[in-house]
């Protein structure tokens, strides 16, 4: 077994109605601890203020989304301090309340640059940011919650295009530097890392220059972005000391653009993808890695990351049949087996599948909402293998159909237990390439139950 990566954190921002926004207490804590188990040792969330007025602000006497966001997040740093793990804050700078943008001081938005974000260089904008900061970090510390780690993302809810700011990825590293010095009067010494989410060869190169120049030992730790299907960082320049880390996405399955990403096709499962990732950056020498996660959904991706980095064990194989001791009970070795194979959705042998988890399920599984979201998985691909199958849309494509919906309703309500998705985390945001074509044909049979439109493969 390796030695363990030193950084293993696990981003769970709680937002668009995911498993970390309607979780409660026990729900939480029980998410935390197995992470924890797995070799998770720093915990992380996202303030973010999408759709929320000012919560700092006066006037406000009921407890509405913005307070019952805030309390949700603070809830979960709290459990997770309590687990004995690390607490570490991400942060886009300039994205604000939406009751304060204001035409004054809006930012210029433009491809990358979208949300609720102010000009720092704009009068009263870098104050406004810093205010803002000033009252979640008053938070924490009232909170006793002592932050380890702030790390930035400069887009994705950030940015700005004025002339003033340009680049705005030095903009990005003046307006995070003072942000990070004001943790420290609240906490002490906090590492000040950088999220390289769609971070440019551009941005890399001008902002270590500026860095190196200006800032020479101001930021840890650069978080490198691995896109959809890499699992190792391009070697690109970051400032003089700052260690490496990735910022490994475990949101989706085996492979990139297939749809099968944040739930949408049932619980991910990437043994392959994560493994190689792990060599790699064992290989890469990386001091760890920031796991971004959306829910309950990727937490065999979860065990699969945490397992591997903390050196607990040697094969993603070895992971998997440690979980199915520990969640599913009955036959391990078979189990690990299963879902293995599990991994990419549009190919999975539906009947070898059928047949492998009915037996499985027979012999000693235990019941829990993880083994029912395996089972939804399957149904939903067995569906969606079904209407493929057929050349028309006739009764037994629009029962496939149907059957693919139903699962994955009952996979949000009464699995993962999800209120209202919002976002990437939408009930419809991906689907099958049939889907487009049965909502049409849903909305004309309403009108004319005679039709069956020829589906065009």
Known sequence: MSEPLTVRELY??????????????????????DARDWGFNRFSDWFDTIDLYDVYGAGHQHFNLPEAMWARKFENFTIAADLGLELGLVITPNHVFANQVTPENAAVKGDLVFGQLVCPSKAGGTELILANYRNLFQDFAARGLRLRAIAACPYDYGGCACDACRPWIVAFGRLFQAIAKLAGEFFGPVEANLIGWWWSDADHRDFTAWADREAPGAFHAMIHHLPYGETAYAARPVPCGC?????????????????????????????????????????????????????????????????????????????????????????????????????????IDVVRARQGFDRLRRQEARPSWRLEQLECRLIMAEADAAVRGRTAWDAAALRAAETFWSAKQRLYRQVWRLGLPRHICALDRESPAWNKEYQELKGRRRASPEVNRRRQD
């Open 243 to 347: 260690r490496e880390r990735a910022f490994v996405h475990i949101g989706y399955g085996t492979q990139a653009g297939d749809g099968d990403c944040y739930g949408h096709y049932g619980p991910v499962i990437a043994p392959g993808r994560v493994a190689q990732t792990v060599r790699n950056l064992f290989a890469q020498k990386a001091e760890g890695f920031m796991a971004y996660s959306e829910g309950a959904f990727d937490d065999l991706n979860k065990a699969l990351l945490g397992g591997l980095a903390s050196g607990q064990f040697s094969t993603a194989d070895e992971v998997l049949a440690a979980y199915a001791r520990k969640h599913l009970g009955g036959d391990a070795a078979g189990w690990a087996a299963w879902l293995a194979e599990m991994g990419t959705f549009a190919v």
């Open 12 to 33: 769970c921002p709680s937002h668009f109605g995911n498993t970390y926004e309607v979780v409660q207490e026990d729900e939480m804590r029980e998410l935390l601890a």
